[in-house]
């Protein structure tokens, strides 16, 4: 489902759009944001701004154990490996403040994404509220410039992002997210502080997976 029609005209109609994705099933959801280019995801970005403000449980639901991991699909505007997922957990007490911040990666969906890791790195973050950023009420931001002490056992060596072809990719990066409906999230890539023209969007299980 491409949903063409909020993308006609000058303005979206963002309550309307989140009510028909929240309507849908997980596989649903996917296969329609994934029919979303930069036109739409750009607009939508803009246009989502305030409408539903996130928390760190939208990306890690509170009943959810810590250090299980929470799956995220994902579609991105780069020319090439559009498909990815980001894969959320909630850090153990004793590693922190469990209540401040979420642990996380990306993960390929794509077999030619999955043989670049060697290269690049998983790309692992921190996920936390914004801090000293105007405007950032009700956005979380995905913060590549720090990552976890630990993870799950299933996940993939920690490697800081400054390492191997990572530093071209992930290294100083801030994704900036903002909520769209209760499954459906758009982040725009932000380094040095400025605005990168990249968006992608991400769609949340329903159930923790390994």
């Known amino acids: 489902m491409h949903l063409d029609s909020f993308f006609e005209g000058d303005g979206i109609d963002v309550p309307r759009l989140a ?3 929240d309507g849908l099933g997980h596989a649903g959801r996917v296969e329609t944001v994934r029919r979303w280019g930069k036109r739409e995801q750009s607009r939508l970005y803009e246009a989502i701004k305030g409408h539903m403000p996130l928390t760190l449980d939208y990306f890690v639901p509170s009943a959810t154990d810590a250090l299980v991991p929470v799956i995220h699909e994902g579609k991105n505007t780069l020319p090439a490996f559009t498909h990815f997922q980001k894969r959320f957990c909630k850090p153990k007490a004793k590693d922190g403040d469990a209540a401040a911040e979420l642990w996380g990666y990306n993960e390929g969906s794509q077999k030619s994404l999955i043989e670049l890791k ?3 790195g998983p ?3 921190c996920v936390h509220t914004p801090k000293d950023r105007d405007g950032s009420e009700g956005e979380i931001d995905i913060d590549y410039r720090k990552i976890p002490p630990t993870k799950p056992d299933s996940w993939p060596e920690l490697i800081p992002n ?8 992930y290294a100083g990066m801030v994704d900036v997210m903002r909520g769209l409906s209760n499954h459906v999230s758009i982040g725009r890539a932000m380094k040095g ?4 023209a990249a968006w992608f969007v991400l769609v949340r299980e ?4 390994a």
């Open 19 to 21: 009510e028909v994705l």
């Open 118 to 120: 060697p290269f690049t």
């Open 123 to 125: 790309g692992y973050f």
């Open 162 to 169: 400054e390492a191997k072809l990572g530093r071209f990719i």
């Open 193 to 196: 502080g400025k605005w990168m």
């Open 206 to 209: 329903d159930s923790p997976s």
